[in-house]
């Protein structure tokens, strides 16, 4: 099982974090992700977690790519609605709220100027975590269980591995981009583990040549 761990590796480097529909305080609790998951997304977004984010993530910044202005535990306030990210970061102060909405639906260069403007906003810990517990897993756990058929009922290390696909590259499975998508979405009902292992590696077709060699290196883990 250890394999189907570190393959989570390849997807906790947020390259594009789209957001989908949910806030804090209408999402259902889930189960959510296992220690190993919860750690391996830990390692890729926050540098392991509390000690590396105080020091290097707590203002907002732009992971580069089509990202847009980025903050907490990988928050993308590119994609979120305007009435999401004020439902989602509630306990910020409205001096922060009033101009953190203004990021919504700027990605790429535009994210990158947008970020530049707010790296004055400190998001602490706590309030990363909390928002991460109670909005992120949530949402992407519920887009998880539309996504891919008996979700539920796979490996919990397995789960995290989907979730952390999930993401990162949202849950569209149209266009040849998504063909490997497609194939795990065939082989979730049947928990067909090393299949969905083989089909994660593929998708490093859509990244070789094009300077991403880290990434790479973590569809290789």
Do not use: H
Not at 19 to 31: I, M, S, T, Y
Not at 74 to 103: C, M
Not at 143 to 160: A, I, M, Y
Not at 166 to 184: F, V, W
Request: with cysteine.
């Amino acid at each position: 099982m250890r394999y189907f761990i570190f393959i989570s590796l390849i997807f906790c480097f947020s390259f594009w974090t789209p957001q989908v529909n949910g806030a804090l305080f209408d999402l259902p609790k889930v189960d959510g992700l296992s220690a190993a998951g919860r750690q391996l997304v830990y390692d890729f977004e926050v540098g392991g977690g509390e000690p590396y984010y105080n020091k290097f993530l707590q203002r907002i910044s732009w992971p580069g790519a089509a990202s847009g202005a980025t903050g907490g535990i990988g928050y993308d306030f590119a994609y979120s609605s305007p009435q999401n990210i004020r439902k989602d970061w509630v306990n910020l102060p409205d001096s922060y709220l009033n101009r953190l909405v203004t990021a919504s639906g700027k990605t790429g260069l535009s994210g990158k100027i947008k970020a530049k403007e707010l790296n004055d906003i400190l998001i602490k810990w706590k309030l990363a975590e909390e928002v991460f517990d109670n909005v992120t897993v949530a949402r992407y756990w519920q887009l998880c269980e539309r996504t891919w058929p008996g979700f539920n009922e796979l490996d919990e290390n397995v789960q995290s591995v989907l979730w952390s696909l999930t993401y990162n590259r949202g849950g569209s499975l149209a266009g040849p981009s998504r063909i490997e998508m497609r194939e795990i979405a065939r082989l979730t009902p049947k928990k067909d583990y090393k299949g969905i292992a083989i089909q994660i590696k593929k998708m490093k077709r859509l990244w070789e040549g094009k300077g991403m060699q880290g990434l790479l290196d973590r569809r290789d883990a």
